[in-house]
């Protein structure tokens, strides 16, 4: 995979976490949904982040996680 703005932009990747995490208000969104739509490498990579994120969440529940304080 070649390398992204998120490779080596730690405030970027901060707003792609956010932005999956639904985590931005509604100005921060369309600012980020503008840059994408302006990057091509870094819109494939988040629809990539974002695919991942709801594979995860699907398998979450059958995903028998050990205590870390028991």
Same mark, same amino acid.
């Given at each position: 995979?070649?390398?992204?703005?998120? *490779?080596s #932009? =730690?405030?970027?990747? #901060?707003?792609?976490?956010?932005?999956? *995490?639904? %985590?931005?208000d509604?100005?921060e969104?369309?600012? /980020?949904?503008?840059?994408? @739509?302006? %990057?091509?490498?870094?819109?494939? /990579? $988040?629809? !990539? $982040?974002?695919k =991942? !994120?709801?594979?995860?969440?699907? /398998?979450? *529940?059958?995903? *028998?996680?050990? @205590?870390?304080?028991?």
């Amino acid at each position: 995979m070649e390398p992204t703005a998120f *490779d080596s #932009d =730690g405030v970027l990747t #901060d707003f792609l976490t956010d932005y999956l *995490d639904g %985590n931005l208000d509604r100005a921060e969104k369309q600012s /980020f949904e503008d840059y994408l @739509s302006e %990057n091509e490498e870094e819109r494939v /990579f $988040a629809r !990539k $982040a974002m695919k =991942g !994120k709801k594979a995860l969440a699907r /398998f979450a *529940d059958k995903i *028998d996680v050990p @205590s870390v304080t028991a």
